[in-house]
């Protein structure tokens, strides 16, 4: 009977410690507002260095924003793409239909949906036009910014993927 009152006191001392126990809210200066991407690699295997994308930034009357003037700033509200236009020599080893992405980011952002695992960033549509696909990256205090995610070889026809309509 002992162990019981023993099990039953430790019980709820433990359930009132933790429910009265709060999480204090990060600090400002560990929170980001960064939600852009800085560079993206298609590569043949998960972790091995690959062929750079080609980065466009706009902003939200979908203006393309020059790369040395992109700031969270100059580019809030638009979009952004990310183009691996292939040369035809790699078309027997790089698949865009069959490829891997890697990224960099904060230690707060959040890429939906994620990267992990094999990708087909043509996309194609009943015609076979690459449309792509897309993805959102989420800072650290809430922001988003959507990307489009396209990859074909040079000279395959191809329609420029338009920004979502939300």
């Not at 009357?61 to 183009?83: A, D, F, H, R, S």
């Not at 952002?109 to 993805?135: C, M, Y």
């Amino acid at each position: 009977m002992k162990i019981i009152k023993y099990i039953l006191f430790s019980l709820v001392g433990l359930i009132a410690s933790a429910a009265l126990s709060s999480c204090e809210s990060p600090d400002k200066e560990f929170e980001h507002d960064n939600n852009l991407i800085a560079w993206m690699q298609l590569c043949l295997r998960p972790g091995a260095q690959g062929l750079p994308g080609v980065i466009e930034e706009y902003d939200a009357q979908g203006n393309l924003v020059p790369t040395e003037q992109v700031t969270l700033e100059t580019v809030k509200g638009g979009y952004g793409i990310i183009k691996f236009v292939l040369d035809l020599d790699y078309k027997g080893e790089y698949n865009p239909e069959h490829c891997y992405l890697n990224t960099s980011l904060t230690f707060d952002e959040v890429i939906k949906p994620g990267l992990a695992g094999i990708k087909d960033i043509t996309n194609r549509n009943e015609e076979g036009i690459a449309q792509g696909i897309k993805i959102t990256v989420h800072s650290g205090i809430g922001t988003t910014r959507e990307y489009t995610i396209i990859g074909y070889f040079d000279g395959e026809y191809q329609i420029e993927p338009k920004p979502s309509e939300n």
